[in-house]
């Protein structure tokens, strides 16, 4: 298993991280072609509330495209 984190911090916005994420591998975009039939890849995200708050997010039409053209998934558990 290979991670990387967005660098950002934790009360930065969950959008902001993947968008960071997105960033980092659209720059690699053909490492990631080369490596997908031998790995899985995706962004896994764990989503820590506060106090047993409740939240969400919201992935914009963008970003959504993003992820689409680099064929990943998005992962979220919430705790």
Request: hydrophobic share 50%; charged share 20%; glycine share 8%.
């Amino acid at each position: 298993m290979w991670s990387l984190e967005s660098g950002l911090t934790r009360t930065t916005p969950l959008d902001a991280h993947i968008e960071a994420l997105v960033t980092f591998l659209e720059a690699k975009q053909e490492a990631i072609v080369e490596i997908r039939n031998r790995c899985v890849i995706d962004i896994f995200c764990g989503l820590f509330s506060a106090d047993g708050a409740q939240g969400g997010l919201a992935i914009e039409p963008t970003l959504s495209a993003r992820l689409a053209a680099l064929d990943l998934s998005v992962g979220v558990d919430v705790y």
